[in-house]
């Protein structure tokens, strides 16, 4: 199955997701500062411990259960399994950690050299972007 949703649409949901994203940090960097006596966070890893799993929440609860990120939302097109099935908790987990490597371009580069025209997190997460025409 080859996914119909471009790659420039693709960045432009990726933009609106990563604004939404940096506002989850931003709000918990907030509560975090206000729950330690108004001082810096000091230990990073913490931040990230604390972090993480919010990040991940978002997008495997927007993909497993309404197929639609905001951004994904905004651009027209969902996210499912090649036979139309919402995806998984475990498809969410892989396709989440090979976007960053897509980030950093190398899986979107993986999308021009593939019949499936699948960036590499899509490729390996069995997942399909496709267009909602309402």
């Known amino acids: 199955?080859?996914?119909?949703?471009?790659?420039?649409?693709?960045?432009?949901?990726?933009?609106?997701?990563?604004?939404?994203?940096?506002?989850?940090?931003?709000?918990?960097?907030?509560?975090?500062?206000?729950?330690?006596?108004?001082?810096?966070?000091?230990?990073?890893?913490?931040?990230?411990?604390?972090?993480?799993?919010?990040?991940?929440?978002?997008?495997?609860?927007?993909?497993?259960?309404?197929?639609?990120t905001l951004g994904m939302r905004a651009w027209k097109f969902e996210i499912t399994q090649q036979d139309g099935e919402n995806v998984t908790y475990k498809q969410s987990l892989i396709r989440l950690i090979l976007a960053i490597t897509s980030l950093a371009g190398i899986g979107f580069i993986f999308q021009f050299f593939n019949k499936y025209k699948l960036p590499l997190h899509d490729y390996y997460s069995k997942t399909y972007l496709t267009e909602i025409h309402k």
Not at 18 to 24: D, P
Not at 35 to 53: D, G, R
Not at 54 to 65: A, P, R, T
């Open 1 to 68: 199955m080859q996914s119909n949703v471009s790659f420039l649409r693709r960045l432009g949901s990726i933009t609106y997701d990563l604004l939404l994203v940096f506002s989850f940090v931003f709000f918990i960097a907030g509560i975090v500062i206000l729950v330690n006596q108004k001082q810096p966070i000091t230990n990073s890893l913490f931040f990230y411990l604390l972090t993480l799993p919010v990040i991940f929440s978002y997008f495997s609860i927007s993909w497993v259960k309404g197929k639609q």
